[in-house]
């Protein structure tokens, strides 16, 4: 089955300390995934993608396929990283399987 | 641009009452979709239309019906609200209907409803 499992719905850290949101994913091809981030009063927007293979807003993520994850990471957390953050997986008719969410939390 | 806008932003409904959100994009997308959102689940999509002229259910389309008015509008409707319907719906688009791989979805801010 096609799945997205975020293991976390809080995790909070210290401004300055480096953060770690996990996505771990279930699908039997070949796969294409997604950080989506939704801040206090803004609209779900996307955050990076795999296959860019980018960094944004010093976040970046790697697909893992052998631990089949694609854990979000940023050295050095700022208060302005405060936000939801989804996982997400596209499926072969071009649709997103989504992960449960992820509230990080930046303490000052 | 608008982007993806959504009306209305927020609604109180009694339980057996009818309403329709509405969902419009001006950037020319094909896809659009409609998802909710609850605490604990992430998104979930409702019903989605890959292009012009075409619907289809998402993972939970019980209680609910779509409309592609045209490229740019589609709308969800509930037939007769029920508690188990309050949420927050997320009207989303994207300017594939196809191809080599998935692309970015644009979201609208969201309706907040609750049905009491």
């Known amino acids: 089955a096609q799945r997205v499992t975020q293991p976390e719905k809080l995790l909070s850290v210290f401004k300055g300390a480096p953060v770690e949101l996990k996505c771990n994913y279930s699908y039997s091809g070949s796969p294409e995934l997604f950080w989506y981030v939704q801040y206090s009063r803004q609209r779900l927007q996307l955050l990076l993608r795999h296959i860019s293979r980018e960094s944004i807003k010093g976040f970046t993520a790697d697909l893992n396929k052998g631990e089949t994850s694609f854990h979000l990471k940023k050295p050095f957390a700022q208060e302005e990283d405060s936000a939801m953050y989804y996982c997400a997986l596209g499926d072969s008719n071009y649709q997103l399987i989504w992960g449960a969410g992820t509230k990080l939390i930046i303490k000052p | 641009n608008a982007g993806v806008t959504q009306t209305p932003k927020f609604q109180v409904l009694k339980t057996g009452q009818s309403m329709t959100l509405q969902c419009a994009q001006d950037m020319n997308h094909n896809s659009m979709y409609w998802y909710r959102q609850d605490p604990g689940m992430g998104l979930r999509l409702i019903y989605y239309?890959?292009?012009?002229?075409?619907?289809d259910k998402g993972e939970v389309p019980n209680g609910y019906n779509v409309s592609r008015l045209n490229k740019r509008e589609f709308s969800l409707r509930l037939e007769s609200a029920a508690p188990s319907q309050t949420s927050v719906y997320f009207c989303?688009?994207?300017?594939?209907?196809?191809?080599?791989?998935?692309?970015?979805?644009?979201f609208g801010p969201g309706t907040r409803l609750t049905v009491l």
């Open positions: 989303a688009s994207r300017r594939q209907a196809s191809g080599a791989w998935v692309d970015e979805q644009f």
């Open positions: 239309s890959a292009s012009e002229g075409t619907t």
